[in-house]
T-cell receptor
């Protein structure tokens, strides 16, 4: 059973469009992270959210942690080809002993 | 700083062969871990270490061994490779090992078991 489900699994859009990626679970998470992974490389941390309802912005990326800490979203405004990559959410289940559970991933392709 | 380095980058094994995936970090991090990445399944934790001499099992430890004799190195051993172990393997390190800490990942080793 996958604790963290991401949707959509694949997303192909044109440069300049907006998009939202979702990360959902039936479990409560103490914290949640978002990573971006490019082909042939390891994931790179984008953001960490720890408080229910928290919103963080990183340039054109907006991250939100759900009020109940069971879900999160990543919104990209005016996507660029450089945003192409695999986006992964990862969370620590409450009481999970600092172990991260990774989501299933969203593969994003932004075309000119 | 080189960060987290992994060798080899690619490896092909036959069923039953053994090998060691190397991982090293130069950031003096206490916490190191190994993950495998399979399509549609995200990353799954194999083994982790909170410091030299201390290791523990993650979500999918069967078929893998680890040891941590120094702070810098955390090798992953496959004693008898199986086709089910075909995957991309990532080593990661962080300063404290808490879930809110930044994990730094290596570039990965792509392993194929025939």
């Amino acid at each position: 059973t996958q604790l963290l489900e991401q949707s959509p699994q694949f997303l192909s859009i044109q440069e300049g469009e907006n998009l939202t990626v979702y990360c959902n679970s039936s479990s409560v998470f103490s914290s949640l992270q978002w990573y971006r992974q490019e082909p042939g490389e390891g994931p790179v941390l984008l953001v960490t959210v720890v408080t229910g309802g928290e919103v963080k912005k990183l340039k054109r990326l907006t991250f939100q942690f759900g009020d109940a800490r069971k879900d999160s979203s990543l919104h990209i405004t005016a996507a660029q080809p450089g945003d192409t990559g695999l986006y992964l959410c990862a969370g620590e289940v409450t009481g999970g002993g600092n172990k991260l559970t990774f989501g299933t991933g969203t593969q994003l392709k932004v075309e000119l | 700083n080189a960060g987290v380095t992994q060798t080899p980058k690619f490896q092909v094994l036959k069923t039953g062969q053994s090998m060691t995936l190397q991982c090293a970090q130069d950031m003096n991090h206490e916490y190191m871990s190994w993950y495998r990445q399979d399509p549609g399944m995200g990353l799954r934790l194999i083994h982790y270490s909170v410091g030299a001499g201390i290791t523990d099992q993650g979500e999918v430890p069967n078929g893998y061994n680890v040891s941590r004799s120094t702070t810098e190195d955390f090798p992953l051993r496959l004693l008898s490779a199986a086709p089910s172990q075909t995957s991309v393997y990532f080593c990661a390190s962080s300063s404290t090992g808490t879930a809110t800490d930044t994990q730094y990942f290596g570039p990965g080793t792509r392993l194929t078991v025939l």
